[in-house]
Structures are given as C-alpha cells and as structure tokens.
C-alpha cells in the first residue's frame, strides 16, 4: 500500500485504494496498485473532506472522472468513514458530505 503526504496538508496521509468506476465515468488512475500521486482534483477533495471532517486523517478510496466533475471517495480517521466530494476542472470543490450513517 503506497502512503502519500500533501505538502498542504501535513497532516492528510494518503493511500492508493482501488477503484469502482460507475457508468459513464473514467476510473483516473491513482487506485489499487498504479503508485500514481493523487491527482490535482483527488487532493483538493482530500483537502476540502480534511476541513469539513476537521480530520487530517483522510485517505483516497477513489475516484471516477467525467466531464461534469471528478466524484472522489474518501475515508477518514482510523475507522475509514466514508465521504465523498466532487472536484471541479476550474479547481473548485463541491457536495462533500458523510456516506455514513449517523448514530
């Protein structure tokens, strides 16, 4: 499993996990296995779940591409609770919000 730091972020770890391409969406390449660097939109969404989580333990659980935006997946602290975010080409983020269930 290959670790990551985000110089922005000294405290985000991140890990490659694999990927789950939904229909109409490009996996991007920084899942299971490729040793990629997270992407420029992968990390201003493990940036953006960082802040809104207030939770430097973030780790990329992957992400598809389409022309509307990037949907990454990402989960935080020790036990992974899962997030997502959508990374827009302009740099933007938006639409993070918990997968979990409350309670």
Same mark, same amino acid.
């Given at each position: 499993?290959?670790?990551?730091?985000?110089s922005?972020?000294?405290a985000?770890?991140?890990?490659?996990?694999?990927?789950?391409?939904?229909?109409?969406?490009?996996? #991007?390449? +920084?899942?299971?296995? +490729?040793?990629? #660097?997270?992407?420029?939109?992968e990390q201003?969404?493990?940036?953006?779940v960082?802040?809104t989580?207030?939770?430097?333990?973030?780790?990329l659980?992957?992400?598809?591409f389409?022309?509307?935006g #990037?949907?990454?997946?990402?989960?935080?602290?020790?036990?992974?609770?899962p997030?997502?975010?959508?990374?827009?080409?302009?740099?933007? #983020?938006?639409?993070?919000?918990?997968?979990?269930?409350?309670?």
């Open positions: 499993m290959m670790m990551f730091k985000i922005m972020l000294p985000v770890v991140l890990t490659a996990a694999g990927l789950a391409a939904c229909a109409g969406a490009q996996p #991007t390449g +920084s899942g299971a296995g +490729s040793g990629a #660097t997270p992407s420029a939109a201003a969404c493990l940036a953006a960082s802040r989580a207030n939770n430097g333990d973030v780790v659980l992957g992400s598809e389409s022309q509307a #990037t949907y990454v997946r990402v989960g935080v602290g020790a036990q992974r609770a997030w997502k975010c959508i990374a827009y080409s302009n740099g933007s #983020t938006g639409g993070v919000e918990y997968l979990g269930k409350d309670g």
